[in-house]
DNA sequence: TCTCTTTATTTTGCATACAAAATACGTTAT
DNA sequence: ATAACGTATTTTGTATGCAAAATAAAGAGA
């Protein structure tokens, strides 16, 4: 009797998940073409795996297979964000609505005390901490909905905004509004007012989209 | 020079295409076995390509592939749909909201002409063609929303609820309400009014949502 | 008769080999 | 020098073969 069977995942998904981290930390970078046999010897594997795998990933788009012509990374364009911005804000909506049902007392305890972390983050002006937090607290909101469907949605439109890769400067009016449209989601949330939730994020996130947008528009033209 | 040089799909696309088909309409029925040699030589091609559709349609959530075990045809179960549901009523929402902003005015009276007709089967009670051109609006203010990646996600959700296959009978009641919500709907895209759209939407899937998950219960317990 | 073990068969996972398409390159002609 | 053609090389697409895992079957012991 085997007490501690490592059942190791099949290549293909062990492979797949490893042109997932790649590609998320740039190293297969937006656009560029993937080569078969060069993937291959790297990741020390043999073409089929590599392909089937290939396959998933472009299901999910974050491949562009082209017809006897390779795979590129796929690139999130400024038109791919203005589609994926509305549709985040909906989802995350519902998923605040949900989450005023669904979440325990302690969930919702727990997602306080890390809005008061990132409050502490705002006032020392500590950008990459409040974005740390802030994404924490959305992540626990969406899980919170309890909604398997709704999370995977979410996540994958989220993985490709992640990839769009701006610098994210927010100015300081923006910054406070986007901390009390906060402070009004825990207070929604505390008071399981999943009406209200839902708008205040609607909101909140359609708010960020347009920093978003703004910002990488400037980066295009950015001597005006 | 050749003038039509036919350039045929990979096989694996034409292959995923063929069981997406096999599928749909029930021929792979929900939770068969898929077995690939048996596919193959139905299929006429080789296991390589069969197996790279079989990863696409995996991560599109049509196949469920057990590792060492093969793949079965995913079953959508009453969970599923609860989860589903909801997501599709935000989308559309949306989709409504956008459309009242993109659509083209040929387009909106394209809407109200199958609008009109869907009324007439409604009053001479044909069931059938009401449910067509009922889906005929619905797809058509999805397309009207220019937001692909939004169709492209409502589309997918769509096909599992279909894939559920109830037996759909309204009651006079709730078919009424749904005929009224139509009123509604066509008004508002008409008067461009992307709010009210959007809420009537919403309001109109999560009630037909409702009724789906009724009708399922009911089959699943019959006699009561 | 039932259960557990062992063996045989099927079925999936991976690698390799071959074919077809696309790209790169060099040559020739204008 | 440039454009166009043809060839060579690379790269993708598909088929097949072998190994490993899972399932089915058969047999031995209780």
Sequence with gaps: M???????APLHVQVGERLRELIDQGTLAAGMRLNEAELCTQLGVSRTPLREAMRALASEGLLELQPNRGAI???VTVEDLT????IMSVLEGLAGRLACSCMGDDKIQEVREIHDTMIGHYQRKELSEYFQTNRLIHELITEGSGNQTLMESINSLSAKVRRARFTTEMTDDSWARAVSDHEE??????????????QVIIRHV?????????????EYAPQS
Tied chains: 1, 2.
């Design 2 to 8: 085997e007490s501690s069977i490592i059942v190791r």
């Design 73 to 75: 990374v796929s690139i």
């Design 83 to 86: 589609e994926i911005l509305p």
């Design 185 to 198: 989601m825990i207070d929604a949330l505390e008071k399981r007012d999943g009406i209200r939730l839902e």
């Design 206 to 218: 359609e708010a960020k989209g347009t920093t978003i947008l703004g910002v990488i528009k400037n």
